[in-house]
């Protein structure tokens, strides 16, 4: 029998999240879609950016 650690049933939920959102989001008006995918564009980008900019300040402080 497969356990599942934490790292892995993050990951399948995850995947069930975005399967779900796909479905639900199939049938929606296509300007309510694209606002949809939009905002997921710019949360990913923006936490991305925030998540490099603190392993920038890590590296830096480590260095001083």
Known sequence: MYRFN???LWWWRL???????????????PTLRATVENGII?????????????IM???QEAHA
Do not use: E, K, M, Y
């Open 15 to 29: 995947s069930f999240l975005a399967a779900g959102s796909t479905l639900i989001l199939g049938g929606c008006d």
């Open 42 to 54: 710019s949360s990913s980008t923006a936490f991305l950016g925030a998540l490099l900019q603190a």
């Open 6 to 8: 934490r790292r892995t």
């Open 57 to 59: 300040q890590l590296v």
